[in-house]
Structures are given as C-alpha cells and as structure tokens.
C-alpha cells in the first residue's frame, strides 16, 4: 500500500468522510477511491453497496475481483442531558471504541469528573447540536427527562439522517413527547424513528443497566440489517 | 480502556511508517465457515515483529508475522490461506474449523 494512500485513509476518516480502497489482491494493483469520486469510479456499484452496509469485502467484476477496504466515518454517540444513565453509557461506549459527545446546559451535571471518557458541551441543544452536526453515522439519544431539554436535541436529530434516535421515558411519557413533537409540526412518520421506552427489553434497573440496554440497541441498529423477519 | 479498533491500527501504521520503520498490513480479505475475525479485520506489523490488531482469535498471528517480516524485506505482497487441514495443521491453522484468506502488503512510500 501506498503510504498516501494509507494517510489519507486516515485523513478522511478524521474529517469524517467515507473513502474506499481497491486492491487486485492477485496483481497487487491498488487505488483509493474518495467520497467525490465514487459515482465515475468503474466499481461505483459495489462500492455504493460496500459503503451502505460499511462492510469491507470481496468483489466480482468483468475486469476480475477486487478487494474493497470500506472506511466509513467511525461511529459517535450525542448524548442529551449528563445525568446518570449517561454516565455508564459513556464508559459502555469508550470501551467499544465509540466517541461520545454529552450536552447538558446544567454545568453541575456536564462536568469532567463526572465524564473522564466524553466530549462535553454544557450548552443548549440548540446551541450545541448544529455544531456537533449530526450525520447519519451518529446515534442520538436523549436521556434528561425534561422536554425542556430533550425536546430541541430530538427535534434536531429527527430532522437529520443519523442511524439511531432513542429517549428516555415510560410509554405514557413518550405519548406525551409525541404530541408535543407533533404540534411542533413533526409528522409521524418521523416521529417513528424514535426508540422509546429506550434500549433492548433485558429487564434493566440499574443506570448501568439501562445503559447496556441501550448501546445494545444500538449496536443492533448498526450491525443488523433492517427489518429482518424471524425465522429467516 | 479502548481496545484497538481497525481505524486505531491503520493510524499506527501511519505512525511506525513516518517513523521511518518497515511496515506491513496484514488484511482478513475472504472467510469461509466459522471464521473468529470478520472480513476487513487488520494486523500491522513492524520490521521488527512488533504488532498491533488480530486477523483470527490468535490461531494464527504468529504465521501472519513472520509472512509480514518476509514482505517488508521483499516488498512483494501475498496472499496467504490458513484452514484446518490435519492434526498438524492446528499450530498455524483455526482450531474453530474456518478458513480466512490474509492479504500482506507492505506499506511504501
């Protein structure tokens, strides 16, 4: 491998941009493929398809088979409110790798004592979010319980393409959530795209156990493929 | 502590090459059966035998690192496949019955 090519691997994920390396692992041939050159790329097909699944993989062409090293932008995690449950989530998080970014406007609880393993951002939402900007490797969640709080960070991430959005709250709280998001004029089929009551059923108590629930689901977001059916 | 993750390995072998140091990148490329490492996985190697990463649960690591200190002196990639073939085969082969094919390269400037 090139050296550059192995910099700007690096680079681009850095800046949060995809780019995919193909090699003829027979010929040794190489060449790296940035996010702009994708579409006039002969394998953009596969590629396209390689990057969606952000799979690395083996694949066949009329000009012979090539492998694709896929360099998606490394998964993140924002975080709305610094409370508990946010607290083992950030540890949950480092331990797979993931970045995680808390906002919390209340600078008592978004300290970083509290958060040794987090980026933090003792700001509004409002603030904070366009800064962070959400794309659609980013998991968004929403742990404060005030609406005052939660409601702008989730209003954010609906109107953006992140992977995953989850919030904190009983059945009831969320139905309520719902109506409010809804006259705020959010139409239901994006309302739908929020996780809630947060997190996969293990029967969690504990914060550190509501926040294995939720990483959980979000690794299932991430890893499965959509809408699998049982049995299949 | 954060276990490496593959991005965390190709940054190390950005690093360990600016250092002016011989380096290889060991590739999972194909997997048949039960393999322990997905396709993708990375291992980077140092002239040294120095490394960082996994391509299989450890079955094969060592085998990986001497290939790799044989392509940084040539320069010449490879393709190498490990399975279970025989009883013999389990020092360098995958005791969970899979076969991974490895791409080596080294890193030039």
Known sequence: MKAAFLQAMNSERAARRACVLVTDPVHGAQRLVLADGIAADPLHEEIETALRLGKSGMVEHDTGRYFLTVQAPPLRIVVVGAVHVSQALASIAHLLGHRVIVVDPRTA?????????????????????PVVGIDRYTAFVALTHDPK????????????????IGALGSRKTHAKRLERLASAGIDAERLGRIHAPIGL???????????????????????????????? | MALASDSDIL?????????GRGVAIATVVETWGSAPRPVGSHLVIDEEGHFL???????????VVSEAMDVIGSGTPRLLEFGVADETAWQVGLSCGGKIAVYVEKVVS
């Open chain 1, 109 to 129: 609880f978004a300290s970083k004592e509290r958060f040794p393993d987090a980026d933090l951002l003792a700001q509004w939402p409002e603030e904070a979010l």
């Open chain 1, 149 to 164: 709080i939660d409601d702008p960070g989730l209003m954010a991430a609906l109107q953006s393409d992140c992977f995953y």
């Open chain 1, 201 to 232: 059923d293990i029967g969690a108590v504990s914060p550190a156990e509501i926040a294995l629930s939720i990483m959980a689901e979000i690794t299932a977001k991430q890893r499965k493929k959509p809408e699998r059916p049982k049995g299949s």
């Open chain 2, 11 to 19: 940054e190390q072998a950005e690093a360990w090459h600016r250092a």
């Open chain 2, 53 to 63: 990463g996994s391509v299989s649960g450890g079955c094969v690591e060592g085998a």
